[in-house]
Protein backbone atom coordinates (compact mmCIF):
# COMPACT_ATOMS: atom_id res chain seq x y z
CA UNK A 1 0.00 0.00 0.00
CA UNK A 2 2.55 2.38 0.91
CA UNK A 3 4.24 1.99 -2.12
CA UNK A 4 1.30 2.15 -4.34
CA UNK A 5 0.84 5.77 -2.23
CA UNK A 6 4.71 6.62 -3.07
CA UNK A 7 3.63 5.58 -6.98
CA UNK A 8 0.51 7.82 -7.13
CA UNK A 9 2.51 10.68 -5.21
CA UNK A 10 5.30 10.81 -8.13
CA UNK A 11 2.54 10.18 -10.75
CA UNK A 12 1.26 13.26 -9.66
CA UNK A 13 4.30 14.96 -9.08
CA UNK A 14 5.12 14.29 -12.60
CA UNK A 15 1.90 15.02 -14.50
CA UNK A 16 2.22 18.52 -12.51
CA UNK A 17 5.81 19.87 -13.29
CA UNK A 18 4.67 18.23 -16.71
CA UNK A 19 2.11 21.50 -16.95
CA UNK A 20 4.14 23.97 -15.57
CA UNK A 21 6.72 23.76 -17.63
CA UNK A 22 8.33 26.75 -19.48
CA UNK A 23 9.32 25.19 -22.64
CA UNK A 24 5.39 25.29 -23.77
CA UNK A 25 5.21 23.35 -27.09
CA UNK A 26 8.38 22.25 -27.72
CA UNK A 27 8.37 18.37 -27.69
CA UNK A 28 9.93 16.39 -25.15
CA UNK A 29 12.67 14.16 -26.61
CA UNK A 30 11.31 10.62 -26.91
CA UNK A 31 12.43 8.78 -24.06
CA UNK A 32 14.68 5.74 -24.66
CA UNK A 33 13.02 2.07 -24.08
CA UNK A 34 13.72 0.66 -21.04
CA UNK A 35 14.64 3.89 -19.07
CA UNK A 36 12.45 4.26 -16.01
CA UNK A 37 11.46 7.73 -15.92
CA UNK A 38 9.63 6.97 -12.59
CA UNK A 39 11.44 4.95 -10.38
CA UNK A 40 10.01 1.43 -10.50
CA UNK A 41 8.30 1.44 -7.06
CA UNK A 42 5.94 -1.26 -7.98
CA UNK A 43 7.69 -4.52 -8.38
CA UNK A 44 5.00 -6.17 -10.63
CA UNK A 45 6.39 -9.76 -9.87
CA UNK A 46 3.82 -12.56 -9.95
CA UNK A 47 3.96 -14.83 -7.03
CA UNK A 48 2.35 -16.43 -4.38
CA UNK A 49 0.97 -14.11 -1.94
CA UNK A 50 0.73 -11.40 -4.26
CA UNK A 51 -3.08 -10.48 -5.64
CA UNK A 52 -3.21 -11.93 -9.09
CA UNK A 53 -5.46 -10.05 -11.61
CA UNK A 54 -6.71 -7.87 -8.99
CA UNK A 55 -3.26 -5.84 -8.79
CA UNK A 56 -3.49 -5.61 -12.00
CA UNK A 57 -6.99 -4.39 -12.37
CA UNK A 58 -6.06 -1.84 -10.14
CA UNK A 59 -5.01 0.45 -12.85
CA UNK A 60 -6.23 -1.20 -15.65
CA UNK A 61 -9.63 -1.28 -15.11
CA UNK A 62 -10.57 -0.88 -18.53
CA UNK A 63 -8.85 -3.95 -19.91
CA UNK A 64 -9.49 -6.08 -17.06
CA UNK A 65 -13.14 -5.57 -17.55
CA UNK A 66 -12.41 -6.96 -21.18
CA UNK A 67 -10.25 -9.93 -20.09
CA UNK A 68 -12.95 -11.14 -17.52
CA UNK A 69 -15.69 -11.50 -20.54
CA UNK A 70 -13.09 -13.44 -21.96
CA UNK A 71 -12.84 -17.29 -22.28
CA UNK A 72 -9.11 -16.57 -20.86
CA UNK A 73 -10.33 -15.44 -17.75
CA UNK A 74 -12.74 -18.79 -17.48
CA UNK A 75 -10.30 -21.38 -18.85
CA UNK A 76 -10.60 -23.26 -15.61
CA UNK A 77 -14.48 -22.76 -15.20
CA UNK A 78 -15.75 -25.30 -16.18
CA UNK A 79 -17.22 -28.75 -14.77
CA UNK A 80 -15.22 -30.42 -17.37
CA UNK A 81 -11.75 -28.73 -17.04
CA UNK A 82 -12.14 -29.88 -13.41
CA UNK A 83 -13.23 -33.47 -13.68
CA UNK A 84 -10.87 -34.30 -16.83
CA UNK A 85 -7.93 -32.30 -14.90
CA UNK A 86 -8.31 -34.07 -11.37
CA UNK A 87 -9.80 -31.62 -9.88
CA UNK A 88 -6.83 -29.10 -11.34
CA UNK A 89 -3.97 -31.55 -10.05
CA UNK A 90 -3.05 -32.74 -13.36
CA UNK A 91 0.02 -30.74 -14.08
CA UNK A 92 -0.39 -31.08 -18.21
CA UNK A 93 -3.67 -29.41 -18.35
CA UNK A 94 -2.84 -26.51 -15.94
CA UNK A 95 0.18 -25.84 -17.81
CA UNK A 96 -1.89 -23.75 -20.80
CA UNK A 97 -5.36 -23.76 -18.64
CA UNK A 98 -3.57 -21.19 -15.68
CA UNK A 99 0.20 -20.62 -16.58
CA UNK A 100 2.80 -18.55 -14.86
CA UNK A 101 4.44 -16.38 -17.79
CA UNK A 102 4.85 -16.19 -21.51
CA UNK A 103 7.00 -18.77 -23.62
CA UNK A 104 6.82 -16.98 -27.08
CA UNK A 105 7.85 -20.21 -28.41
CA UNK A 106 6.12 -23.88 -29.30
CA UNK A 107 6.60 -25.21 -25.34
CA UNK A 108 3.68 -25.26 -22.63
CA UNK A 109 4.09 -22.97 -20.38
CA UNK A 110 4.83 -23.86 -17.27
CA UNK A 111 1.83 -24.30 -14.47
CA UNK A 112 0.71 -22.45 -12.11
CA UNK A 113 0.06 -23.93 -8.33
CA UNK A 114 -1.80 -20.58 -7.15
CA UNK A 115 -4.72 -18.93 -8.16
CA UNK A 116 -5.91 -21.34 -10.77
CA UNK A 117 -9.37 -20.48 -10.56
CA UNK A 118 -8.18 -17.00 -12.13
CA UNK A 119 -6.80 -18.80 -15.60
CA UNK A 120 -4.74 -17.43 -18.45
CA UNK A 121 -4.09 -14.08 -16.03
CA UNK A 122 -2.89 -10.89 -17.44
CA UNK A 123 0.84 -12.04 -16.31
CA UNK A 124 0.27 -15.42 -18.44
CA UNK A 125 1.20 -12.92 -21.54
CA UNK A 126 2.53 -10.15 -19.82
CA UNK A 127 5.03 -11.23 -16.80
CA UNK A 128 8.49 -12.70 -16.88
CA UNK A 129 9.35 -12.42 -13.57
CA UNK A 130 9.53 -8.98 -12.30
CA UNK A 131 9.49 -7.84 -16.39
CA UNK A 132 6.28 -6.38 -17.55
CA UNK A 133 6.32 -6.75 -21.54
CA UNK A 134 4.15 -4.57 -24.06
CA UNK A 135 4.99 -2.97 -26.99
CA UNK A 136 4.54 1.05 -26.64
CA UNK A 137 7.75 1.06 -24.56
CA UNK A 138 5.73 3.48 -22.23
CA UNK A 139 6.80 4.71 -18.92
CA UNK A 140 4.49 3.24 -16.36
CA UNK A 141 4.91 3.34 -12.77
CA UNK A 142 6.27 -0.73 -13.06
CA UNK A 143 9.09 -1.45 -14.98
CA UNK A 144 7.94 -2.25 -18.77
CA UNK A 145 9.68 -3.72 -21.48
CA UNK A 146 8.77 -3.67 -24.92
CA UNK A 147 8.19 -7.65 -26.87
CA UNK A 148 7.24 -6.82 -30.39
CA UNK A 149 6.55 -10.57 -30.26
CA UNK A 150 3.54 -9.49 -28.78
CA UNK A 151 2.37 -7.89 -32.01
CA UNK A 152 2.45 -11.80 -33.67
CA UNK A 153 1.88 -15.07 -33.18
CA UNK A 154 4.05 -15.80 -31.21
CA UNK A 155 1.99 -14.56 -28.15
CA UNK A 156 -0.64 -16.95 -29.20
CA UNK A 157 1.85 -20.46 -30.23
CA UNK A 158 2.20 -21.70 -26.72
CA UNK A 159 -1.09 -22.49 -25.84
CA UNK A 160 -2.90 -22.48 -29.44
CA UNK A 161 -0.01 -24.38 -31.48
CA UNK A 162 -2.35 -26.21 -33.98
CA UNK A 163 -4.10 -23.25 -34.72
CA UNK A 164 -1.02 -21.00 -35.25
CA UNK A 165 0.24 -24.06 -37.82
CA UNK A 166 -2.68 -23.65 -39.77
CA UNK A 167 -2.50 -19.86 -39.75
CA UNK A 168 1.43 -20.13 -41.21
CA UNK A 169 0.55 -21.74 -44.28
CA UNK A 170 -2.23 -19.35 -45.14
CA UNK A 171 -3.10 -16.37 -47.55
CA UNK A 172 -3.43 -14.65 -44.16
CA UNK A 173 0.05 -14.88 -43.13
CA UNK A 174 0.78 -13.59 -46.39
CA UNK A 175 -1.52 -10.92 -45.89
CA UNK A 176 -0.16 -9.92 -42.34
CA UNK A 177 -3.44 -10.67 -41.22
CA UNK A 178 -2.25 -11.62 -37.59
CA UNK A 179 -4.45 -13.36 -34.93
CA UNK A 180 -4.65 -10.35 -33.30
CA UNK A 181 -6.47 -8.69 -36.04
CA UNK A 182 -9.27 -10.36 -35.70
CA UNK A 183 -9.48 -11.36 -32.03
CA UNK A 184 -7.91 -8.26 -30.39
CA UNK A 185 -9.61 -5.60 -32.91
CA UNK A 186 -7.80 -2.09 -32.94
CA UNK A 187 -8.88 0.50 -29.91
CA UNK A 188 -7.51 4.00 -29.25
CA UNK A 189 -7.92 4.35 -25.63
CA UNK A 190 -6.60 5.20 -22.47
CA UNK A 191 -4.37 2.09 -21.85
CA UNK A 192 -4.39 2.66 -17.72
CA UNK A 193 -7.21 4.12 -15.68
CA UNK A 194 -4.67 7.74 -15.39
CA UNK A 195 -6.23 9.40 -17.89
CA UNK A 196 -5.33 12.97 -16.81
CA UNK A 197 -1.20 12.17 -17.23
CA UNK A 198 -1.07 10.03 -20.24
CA UNK A 199 -2.13 10.12 -23.64
CA UNK A 200 -4.42 6.93 -25.45
CA UNK A 201 -2.62 5.09 -27.31
CA UNK A 202 -2.80 2.73 -29.72
CA UNK A 203 -4.16 -0.58 -28.43
CA UNK A 204 -6.11 -3.71 -28.77
CA UNK A 205 -9.73 -4.78 -27.00
CA UNK A 206 -9.10 -8.04 -24.29
CA UNK A 207 -12.67 -9.95 -24.67
CA UNK A 208 -10.81 -12.31 -27.44
CA UNK A 209 -14.04 -12.12 -29.23
CA UNK A 210 -14.87 -14.23 -32.25
CA UNK A 211 -16.60 -12.71 -35.25
CA UNK A 212 -18.69 -15.45 -36.79
CA UNK A 213 -20.20 -13.41 -39.70
CA UNK A 214 -19.09 -14.35 -43.24
CA UNK A 215 -16.68 -17.02 -42.26
CA UNK A 216 -17.96 -19.97 -43.98
CA UNK A 217 -19.99 -20.03 -47.23
CA UNK A 218 -21.77 -23.06 -48.35
CA UNK A 219 -22.77 -24.11 -52.03
CA UNK A 220 -25.41 -26.39 -53.74
CA UNK A 221 -24.84 -27.91 -57.07
CA UNK A 222 -26.21 -31.13 -58.75
CA UNK A 223 -23.68 -33.35 -60.71
CA UNK A 224 -24.18 -33.75 -64.53
CA UNK A 225 -22.96 -36.59 -64.49
CA UNK A 226 -24.06 -38.51 -61.65
CA UNK A 227 -27.11 -36.68 -61.00
CA UNK A 228 -25.72 -36.35 -56.88
CA UNK A 229 -26.41 -33.29 -54.91
CA UNK A 230 -22.93 -31.48 -53.95
CA UNK A 231 -22.61 -29.13 -51.05
CA UNK A 232 -19.66 -27.11 -50.86
CA UNK A 233 -18.64 -25.78 -47.28
CA UNK A 234 -15.85 -22.83 -48.44
CA UNK A 235 -13.90 -21.30 -45.42
CA UNK A 236 -14.13 -17.36 -46.57
CA UNK A 237 -12.89 -15.84 -42.96
CA UNK A 238 -11.37 -17.55 -40.36
CA UNK A 239 -7.03 -17.30 -40.67
CA UNK A 240 -7.23 -21.40 -39.68
CA UNK A 241 -9.66 -24.25 -40.30
CA UNK A 242 -13.39 -24.18 -38.84
CA UNK A 243 -13.18 -25.10 -36.49
CA UNK A 244 -9.75 -25.19 -35.29
CA UNK A 245 -8.72 -25.76 -31.71
CA UNK A 246 -7.97 -29.49 -30.95
CA UNK A 247 -8.38 -29.24 -27.14
CA UNK A 248 -12.13 -28.04 -26.56
CA UNK A 249 -15.30 -29.74 -27.71
CA UNK A 250 -15.99 -27.45 -30.65
CA UNK A 251 -17.90 -28.83 -33.81
CA UNK A 252 -19.43 -27.90 -37.13
CA UNK A 253 -22.33 -29.50 -37.62
CA UNK A 254 -23.20 -29.46 -41.76
CA UNK A 255 -26.95 -30.11 -42.24
CA UNK A 256 -28.77 -31.71 -45.50
CA UNK A 257 -32.06 -32.05 -46.28
CA UNK A 258 -34.33 -32.42 -48.72
CA UNK A 259 -38.18 -31.16 -48.31
CA UNK A 260 -41.33 -32.30 -50.52
CA UNK A 261 -43.92 -30.15 -49.45
CA UNK A 262 -43.30 -29.89 -45.48
CA UNK A 263 -41.90 -32.92 -44.63
CA UNK A 264 -38.41 -34.25 -44.82
CA UNK A 265 -37.33 -36.95 -47.48
CA UNK A 266 -33.89 -37.09 -47.10
CA UNK A 267 -31.53 -36.24 -44.46
CA UNK A 268 -28.06 -36.40 -43.65
CA UNK A 269 -25.80 -34.57 -41.02
CA UNK A 270 -21.73 -34.34 -40.83
CA UNK A 271 -20.20 -33.58 -37.62
CA UNK A 272 -16.66 -32.25 -38.37
CA UNK A 273 -13.86 -31.43 -35.76
CA UNK A 274 -10.24 -30.83 -35.35
CA UNK A 275 -9.62 -33.82 -33.81
CA UNK A 276 -10.71 -35.92 -36.62
CA UNK A 277 -9.20 -34.23 -38.65
CA UNK A 278 -12.56 -33.36 -40.72
CA UNK A 279 -12.65 -29.41 -40.06
CA UNK A 280 -12.28 -26.96 -43.19
CA UNK A 281 -9.34 -26.57 -43.80
CA UNK A 282 -7.95 -22.62 -43.83
CA UNK A 283 -8.55 -21.16 -47.35
CA UNK A 284 -9.97 -24.19 -48.56
CA UNK A 285 -13.30 -25.99 -48.74
CA UNK A 286 -14.87 -29.11 -48.47
CA UNK A 287 -17.41 -31.14 -50.71
CA UNK A 288 -20.07 -33.44 -49.57
CA UNK A 289 -22.05 -35.77 -52.26
CA UNK A 290 -25.46 -36.74 -51.15
CA UNK A 291 -27.34 -39.80 -53.67
CA UNK A 292 -30.63 -38.60 -53.37
CA UNK A 293 -32.91 -40.14 -55.78
CA UNK A 294 -35.64 -37.62 -57.20
CA UNK A 295 -38.49 -39.08 -58.63
CA UNK A 296 -38.80 -37.57 -61.78
CA UNK A 297 -40.92 -34.51 -62.26
CA UNK A 298 -41.68 -33.95 -58.71
CA UNK A 299 -40.56 -30.43 -56.80
CA UNK A 300 -38.49 -30.94 -53.62
CA UNK A 301 -36.67 -27.96 -51.95
CA UNK A 302 -33.12 -28.62 -51.13
CA UNK A 303 -31.50 -27.18 -47.43
CA UNK A 304 -28.63 -26.74 -46.05
CA UNK A 305 -27.48 -25.48 -42.30
CA UNK A 306 -23.84 -24.85 -41.17
CA UNK A 307 -23.73 -25.05 -37.52
CA UNK A 308 -20.85 -24.34 -34.87
CA UNK A 309 -21.45 -25.73 -31.43
CA UNK A 310 -19.13 -25.56 -28.90
CA UNK A 311 -19.90 -25.72 -24.75
CA UNK A 312 -18.52 -22.53 -24.57
CA UNK A 313 -21.85 -20.73 -26.26
CA UNK A 314 -24.83 -21.63 -24.59
CA UNK A 315 -26.37 -21.44 -28.10
CA UNK A 316 -25.52 -22.48 -31.53
CA UNK A 317 -24.06 -20.13 -33.74
CA UNK A 318 -25.66 -20.51 -37.61
CA UNK A 319 -22.74 -19.48 -39.86
CA UNK A 320 -24.54 -20.09 -43.28
CA UNK A 321 -27.74 -21.57 -44.30
CA UNK A 322 -29.22 -21.81 -47.86
CA UNK A 323 -32.31 -23.14 -49.77
CA UNK A 324 -32.80 -24.06 -53.70
CA UNK A 325 -35.63 -25.79 -55.25
CA UNK A 326 -34.25 -29.09 -56.77
CA UNK A 327 -37.08 -30.05 -59.56
CA UNK A 328 -36.15 -32.84 -61.75
CA UNK A 329 -37.33 -33.70 -65.31
CA UNK A 330 -37.51 -36.78 -67.94
CA UNK A 331 -35.26 -35.41 -70.85
CA UNK A 332 -36.09 -39.00 -72.57
CA UNK A 333 -36.71 -42.44 -71.81
CA UNK A 334 -32.62 -42.94 -70.68
CA UNK A 335 -31.46 -39.54 -68.82
CA UNK A 336 -32.93 -37.79 -66.04
CA UNK A 337 -31.71 -34.16 -65.86
CA UNK A 338 -31.75 -32.65 -62.66
CA UNK A 339 -31.99 -28.85 -62.20
CA UNK A 340 -31.04 -26.67 -59.16
CA UNK A 341 -32.48 -22.83 -59.67
C1 LIG B 1 -1.20 -19.36 -21.81
C2 LIG B 1 -2.02 -20.03 -22.78
C3 LIG B 1 -2.71 -19.18 -23.83
C4 LIG B 1 -2.18 -18.15 -24.59
C5 LIG B 1 -0.76 -17.59 -24.57
C6 LIG B 1 -3.24 -17.71 -25.45
N1 LIG B 1 -4.38 -18.44 -25.21
FE1 LIG B 1 -6.16 -18.25 -26.15
N2 LIG B 1 -6.96 -19.69 -24.95
C7 LIG B 1 -6.27 -20.43 -24.02
C8 LIG B 1 -7.16 -21.38 -23.40
C9 LIG B 1 -6.78 -22.41 -22.33
C10 LIG B 1 -8.44 -21.15 -23.97
C11 LIG B 1 -9.73 -21.90 -23.63
C12 LIG B 1 -10.50 -21.17 -22.62
C13 LIG B 1 -11.88 -21.80 -22.41
O1 LIG B 1 -12.61 -21.92 -23.37
O2 LIG B 1 -12.19 -22.15 -21.29
C14 LIG B 1 -8.27 -20.07 -24.92
C15 LIG B 1 -9.31 -19.52 -25.68
C16 LIG B 1 -9.13 -18.60 -26.71
C17 LIG B 1 -10.19 -18.11 -27.57
C18 LIG B 1 -11.66 -18.36 -27.42
C19 LIG B 1 -12.10 -19.68 -27.95
C20 LIG B 1 -13.60 -19.83 -27.90
O3 LIG B 1 -14.04 -20.96 -27.69
O4 LIG B 1 -14.33 -18.86 -28.08
C21 LIG B 1 -9.60 -17.29 -28.50
C22 LIG B 1 -10.29 -16.56 -29.64
C23 LIG B 1 -8.20 -17.24 -28.19
N3 LIG B 1 -7.94 -18.04 -27.10
C24 LIG B 1 -7.27 -16.51 -28.90
C25 LIG B 1 -5.96 -16.30 -28.49
C26 LIG B 1 -5.03 -15.43 -29.17
C27 LIG B 1 -5.34 -14.63 -30.42
C28 LIG B 1 -3.86 -15.48 -28.47
C29 LIG B 1 -2.58 -14.72 -28.74
C30 LIG B 1 -2.68 -13.27 -28.79
C31 LIG B 1 -4.06 -16.37 -27.34
N4 LIG B 1 -5.35 -16.86 -27.39
C32 LIG B 1 -3.10 -16.70 -26.39
C33 LIG B 1 -4.93 -20.33 -23.73
C34 LIG B 1 -4.08 -19.36 -24.24
C1 LIG C 1 -0.01 1.45 -9.94
C2 LIG C 1 -0.69 1.30 -11.18
C3 LIG C 1 -0.35 0.11 -12.05
C4 LIG C 1 -0.38 -1.25 -11.74
C5 LIG C 1 -0.65 -1.87 -10.39
C6 LIG C 1 -0.12 -1.95 -12.94
N1 LIG C 1 0.07 -1.06 -13.97
FE1 LIG C 1 0.59 -1.50 -15.87
N2 LIG C 1 0.76 0.46 -16.33
C7 LIG C 1 0.41 1.49 -15.48
C8 LIG C 1 0.56 2.74 -16.19
C9 LIG C 1 0.26 4.12 -15.63
C10 LIG C 1 1.03 2.43 -17.49
C11 LIG C 1 1.36 3.40 -18.61
C12 LIG C 1 0.11 3.85 -19.29
C13 LIG C 1 0.33 4.59 -20.58
O1 LIG C 1 1.44 4.54 -21.13
O2 LIG C 1 -0.64 5.20 -21.05
C14 LIG C 1 1.13 0.99 -17.53
C15 LIG C 1 1.54 0.28 -18.65
C16 LIG C 1 1.41 -1.09 -18.78
C17 LIG C 1 1.66 -1.84 -20.00
C18 LIG C 1 2.10 -1.25 -21.32
C19 LIG C 1 3.58 -1.42 -21.47
C20 LIG C 1 4.08 -0.82 -22.75
O3 LIG C 1 4.61 0.28 -22.73
O4 LIG C 1 3.87 -1.42 -23.80
C21 LIG C 1 1.41 -3.14 -19.73
C22 LIG C 1 1.52 -4.31 -20.70
C23 LIG C 1 1.01 -3.22 -18.35
N3 LIG C 1 1.04 -1.97 -17.81
C24 LIG C 1 0.66 -4.39 -17.73
C25 LIG C 1 0.39 -4.48 -16.36
C26 LIG C 1 0.12 -5.74 -15.71
C27 LIG C 1 0.10 -7.09 -16.39
C28 LIG C 1 -0.09 -5.46 -14.39
C29 LIG C 1 -0.37 -6.44 -13.27
C30 LIG C 1 0.60 -7.49 -13.07
C31 LIG C 1 0.05 -4.02 -14.23
N4 LIG C 1 0.34 -3.47 -15.45
C32 LIG C 1 -0.10 -3.32 -13.05
C33 LIG C 1 0.00 1.37 -14.19
C34 LIG C 1 -0.07 0.21 -13.47
C1 LIG D 1 -3.80 -14.08 -24.06
C2 LIG D 1 -2.80 -13.07 -23.89
C3 LIG D 1 -3.14 -11.79 -23.17
C4 LIG D 1 -3.78 -11.65 -21.96
C5 LIG D 1 -4.39 -12.73 -21.10
C6 LIG D 1 -3.74 -10.23 -21.65
N1 LIG D 1 -3.12 -9.54 -22.65
FE1 LIG D 1 -2.70 -7.55 -22.70
N2 LIG D 1 -2.04 -7.71 -24.60
C7 LIG D 1 -1.85 -8.90 -25.26
C8 LIG D 1 -1.31 -8.63 -26.57
C9 LIG D 1 -0.99 -9.69 -27.61
C10 LIG D 1 -1.17 -7.21 -26.66
C11 LIG D 1 -0.57 -6.42 -27.81
C12 LIG D 1 -1.44 -6.40 -29.02
C13 LIG D 1 -0.78 -5.68 -30.16
O1 LIG D 1 -0.42 -4.51 -29.99
O2 LIG D 1 -0.67 -6.28 -31.22
C14 LIG D 1 -1.65 -6.68 -25.40
C15 LIG D 1 -1.68 -5.31 -25.07
C16 LIG D 1 -1.87 -4.82 -23.79
C17 LIG D 1 -1.68 -3.45 -23.36
C18 LIG D 1 -1.31 -2.29 -24.25
C19 LIG D 1 0.13 -2.15 -24.39
C20 LIG D 1 0.66 -2.89 -25.54
O3 LIG D 1 1.72 -3.47 -25.34
O4 LIG D 1 0.07 -2.88 -26.63
C21 LIG D 1 -1.93 -3.40 -22.01
C22 LIG D 1 -1.83 -2.20 -21.10
C23 LIG D 1 -2.32 -4.72 -21.61
N3 LIG D 1 -2.27 -5.55 -22.70
C24 LIG D 1 -2.68 -5.06 -20.33
C25 LIG D 1 -3.26 -6.27 -19.97
C26 LIG D 1 -3.90 -6.53 -18.71
C27 LIG D 1 -4.00 -5.56 -17.56
C28 LIG D 1 -4.38 -7.81 -18.76
C29 LIG D 1 -5.20 -8.56 -17.72
C30 LIG D 1 -6.41 -7.93 -17.26
C31 LIG D 1 -4.00 -8.37 -20.06
N4 LIG D 1 -3.35 -7.39 -20.77
C32 LIG D 1 -4.25 -9.67 -20.49
C33 LIG D 1 -2.12 -10.16 -24.80
C34 LIG D 1 -2.75 -10.45 -23.60
C1 LIG E 1 -9.14 -13.56 -40.55
C2 LIG E 1 -9.57 -13.62 -39.18
C3 LIG E 1 -8.93 -14.62 -38.25
C4 LIG E 1 -7.59 -14.81 -37.99
C5 LIG E 1 -6.40 -14.16 -38.68
C6 LIG E 1 -7.53 -15.76 -36.91
N1 LIG E 1 -8.79 -16.15 -36.54
FE1 LIG E 1 -9.27 -17.41 -35.03
N2 LIG E 1 -11.24 -17.37 -35.61
C7 LIG E 1 -11.74 -16.64 -36.66
C8 LIG E 1 -13.11 -17.05 -36.92
C9 LIG E 1 -14.02 -16.49 -38.00
C10 LIG E 1 -13.41 -18.07 -35.98
C11 LIG E 1 -14.73 -18.89 -35.89
C12 LIG E 1 -14.69 -20.10 -36.82
C13 LIG E 1 -13.73 -21.15 -36.36
O1 LIG E 1 -13.97 -21.75 -35.31
O2 LIG E 1 -12.71 -21.42 -37.06
C14 LIG E 1 -12.23 -18.23 -35.15
C15 LIG E 1 -12.12 -19.10 -34.07
C16 LIG E 1 -10.99 -19.22 -33.25
C17 LIG E 1 -10.92 -20.01 -32.04
C18 LIG E 1 -12.03 -20.77 -31.33
C19 LIG E 1 -12.95 -21.62 -32.11
C20 LIG E 1 -12.41 -22.95 -32.51
O3 LIG E 1 -12.64 -23.34 -33.67
O4 LIG E 1 -11.82 -23.66 -31.66
C21 LIG E 1 -9.63 -19.90 -31.55
C22 LIG E 1 -9.07 -20.56 -30.31
C23 LIG E 1 -8.91 -19.04 -32.47
N3 LIG E 1 -9.76 -18.64 -33.48
C24 LIG E 1 -7.58 -18.68 -32.32
C25 LIG E 1 -6.83 -18.01 -33.30
C26 LIG E 1 -5.38 -17.88 -33.30
C27 LIG E 1 -4.46 -18.38 -32.22
C28 LIG E 1 -5.04 -17.20 -34.44
C29 LIG E 1 -3.67 -16.88 -34.98
C30 LIG E 1 -2.84 -18.03 -35.31
C31 LIG E 1 -6.28 -16.89 -35.14
N4 LIG E 1 -7.32 -17.41 -34.43
C32 LIG E 1 -6.35 -16.19 -36.35
C33 LIG E 1 -11.07 -15.67 -37.35
C34 LIG E 1 -9.68 -15.50 -37.36
C1 LIG F 1 -1.06 -26.73 -25.15
C2 LIG F 1 -2.07 -26.05 -24.33
C3 LIG F 1 -3.17 -26.87 -23.70
C4 LIG F 1 -3.05 -27.98 -22.92
C5 LIG F 1 -1.77 -28.70 -22.51
C6 LIG F 1 -4.41 -28.35 -22.53
N1 LIG F 1 -5.31 -27.48 -23.06
FE1 LIG F 1 -7.33 -27.55 -22.84
N2 LIG F 1 -7.53 -26.00 -24.12
C7 LIG F 1 -6.49 -25.33 -24.72
C8 LIG F 1 -7.03 -24.38 -25.67
C9 LIG F 1 -6.21 -23.44 -26.53
C10 LIG F 1 -8.43 -24.51 -25.63
C11 LIG F 1 -9.47 -23.75 -26.49
C12 LIG F 1 -9.93 -24.64 -27.63
C13 LIG F 1 -8.81 -24.92 -28.60
O1 LIG F 1 -8.30 -24.00 -29.22
O2 LIG F 1 -8.42 -26.10 -28.69
C14 LIG F 1 -8.72 -25.53 -24.64
C15 LIG F 1 -9.99 -25.95 -24.29
C16 LIG F 1 -10.28 -26.94 -23.37
C17 LIG F 1 -11.61 -27.31 -22.94
C18 LIG F 1 -12.92 -26.68 -23.42
C19 LIG F 1 -13.16 -25.35 -22.75
C20 LIG F 1 -13.37 -25.41 -21.26
O3 LIG F 1 -12.74 -24.60 -20.56
O4 LIG F 1 -14.15 -26.26 -20.79
C21 LIG F 1 -11.47 -28.32 -22.02
C22 LIG F 1 -12.57 -29.06 -21.27
C23 LIG F 1 -10.04 -28.58 -21.90
N3 LIG F 1 -9.34 -27.73 -22.73
C24 LIG F 1 -9.50 -29.54 -21.08
C25 LIG F 1 -8.15 -29.83 -21.01
C26 LIG F 1 -7.60 -30.93 -20.23
C27 LIG F 1 -8.41 -31.89 -19.38
C28 LIG F 1 -6.26 -30.93 -20.44
C29 LIG F 1 -5.24 -31.91 -19.91
C30 LIG F 1 -5.44 -33.28 -20.27
C31 LIG F 1 -5.96 -29.80 -21.33
N4 LIG F 1 -7.13 -29.17 -21.65
C32 LIG F 1 -4.69 -29.45 -21.74
C33 LIG F 1 -5.15 -25.50 -24.48
C34 LIG F 1 -4.60 -26.56 -23.79
Redo the contacts with the bound molecule.
Keep these: MFNFCLCLALIMLLGCSKKRTPLGNIPVPKMPDKVDLLPSVINVKYHEGVSGVDSCKSCHSEIHAEWQKS ?1 HS ?5 E ?2 KK ?2 DNFN ?1 K ?2 V ?3 APEAPNFDAN ?1 PEARSWKVHEGVTCSACHVVGNRTLGTLGSNAPHRTFKEEKLRTELACI ?6 VEQWRVSSFKEQNISCQQCHMPYKRRFISDFHKLYNKKDSRSHTFEIDFNNCLKLDLNVSKLTGQIQLKASNTGAGHSIP ?7 ALFLEFSVLKGSSVVFFREERLS ?1 QDKTAIPVDGHRIFFYNFRAKPGEKYLVRARAIFN ?3 YLEDKILDEIEQPLQTTMQDTQRKKFLLH
Design positions: FKSTHSAFQSFGCSCHRSCHQQTTGIYGDASSSN
